[in-house]
């Protein structure tokens, strides 16, 4: 199963460069908001990615997929003790789906199923992006495109030059940084890192944090789990550069800086012919950032397994 649920406000929804849904209901209780989106029967093995990217500098909230009387909610965004809107921990089928820090998995069928995001503030948000995507763990590999398409390159960054106490742990954020500087050259790397930085994991790689930070500069966007090169080849044609996540074992990436890697995250601006262009933070220096890699290779290690994507509009 392969599916994504976009909703946003009008100004959102003609700039966003996949397609979405205006009219999403918001709804008000007790001092707070909160909108639903309704999801089909999902089988095992598949992700769900909930997004929720906010028109203004600071908001708080809390996904939750629920059936029936089972409800099982995600750590809030950003991470507090305890939950925002009081207790609601999984009352039913405690096999069906396990929650990870920003994605749920399923282990069974689930039935259809409910969306919740509930914003800390009492008025419904003026402009927003709610995305839910869902698609398998892992998948045959998509085929390659035929395609050439190319956005501008982003700045150079590598995330090499950081303090050792973080260099290593910081590819989300950096690869985020450029995404934002190829548009705002004032953008402050580490000012970058320090907001998509989680104090409940001690990490940098949360990525709804990443899109609650390109949402304070003013960029909304969407963390996607993209199952093929359509989705890409459409935003790269709208001149976006996006951010991937991979993962894969040695020697399977030739020409990256990382021999292998459980999770690492890429800027993406183009595709020439078999090839892909990427801004990879995890060089030494700055000078060796610019990658091309097989795009056989690159599709392996990330449309195979999650196809994660930080999305922004311009």
């Known amino acids: 199963m392969q599916a994504s649920y976009r909703y946003g406000d009008p100004e959102t929804v003609a700039k966003y460069p996949l397609a979405a849904q205006i009219g999403l209901a918001?709804?008000?209780?007790?001092?707070?908001?909160?909108?639903?989106?309704?999801?089909?029967?999902?089988?095992?093995?598949?992700?769900?990615?909930?997004?929720?990217?906010?028109?203004?500098?600071?908001?708080?909230?809390?996904a939750s997929l629920g059936v029936n009387d089972a409800t099982w909610p995600l750590q809030p965004v950003p991470a507090a003790r305890?939950?925002?809107?009081?207790?609601?921990?999984?009352?039913?089928?405690?096999?069906?789906?396990?929650?990870?820090?920003?994605?749920?998995?399923?282990?069974?069928?689930?039935?259809?199923?409910?969306?919740?995001?509930r914003l800390r503030q009492a008025a419904a948000p003026e402009r927003y992006l709610a995305v839910a995507s869902i698609r398998p763990l892992q998948q045959p590999r998509p085929n390659p495109p035929a395609a050439h398409v190319l956005a501008q390159q982003p700045p150079l960054l590598s995330q090499m030059q950081a303090p050792d106490d973080m260099r290593r742990r910081i590819c989300s954020p950096t690869a985020l940084a450029m995404l934002l500087q190829a548009s705002d050259p004032d953008i402050d790397w580490m000012d970058t890192v320090a907001r998509c930085f989680d104090p409940s994991t001690s990490s940098y790689g949360c990525w709804p944090l990443a899109i609650r930070c390109a949402a304070a500069h003013g960029r909304i966007g969407a963390v996607e789990a993209l199952p093929s090169w359509a989705a890409v080849v459409v935003v790269l044609d709208a001149g976006l550069p996006l951010v991937a996540s991979i993962r894969f074992a040695e020697g399977e990436l030739p020409n990256a800086p990382l021999a292998k890697t459980r999770g690492h995250l890429v800027t993406c601006y183009g595709i020439d012919g078999d090839?892909?262009?990427?801004?990879?933070?995890?060089?030494?220096?700055?000078?060796?950032?610019?990658?091309?890699?097989?795009?056989?290779?690159?599709?392996?290690?990330?449309?195979?397994?999650?196809?994660?994507?930080?999305?922004?509009a311009p």
């Not at 990879?280 to 990330?302: I, K, Q």
């Open 82 to 117: 305890g939950r925002l809107f009081g207790n609601r921990k999984r009352t039913a089928a405690p096999g069906a789906v396990s929650t990870h820090i920003d994605c749920f998995h399923t282990h069974s069928a689930l039935p259809a199923s409910r969306l919740a995001f």
């Open 275 to 312: 090839e892909v262009l990427v801004n990879d933070p995890a060089a030494e220096g700055p000078a060796a950032v610019g990658r091309r890699y097989d795009l056989a290779a690159f599709s392996r290690a990330w449309l195979e397994q999650r196809g994660a994507a930080y999305i922004l």
């Open 26 to 62: 918001w709804r008000r209780r007790m001092g707070r908001v909160w909108c639903e989106i309704a999801l089909p029967p999902c089988p095992p093995n598949h992700i769900i990615v909930p997004s929720l990217s906010v028109g203004q500098t600071d908001y708080r909230y809390e």
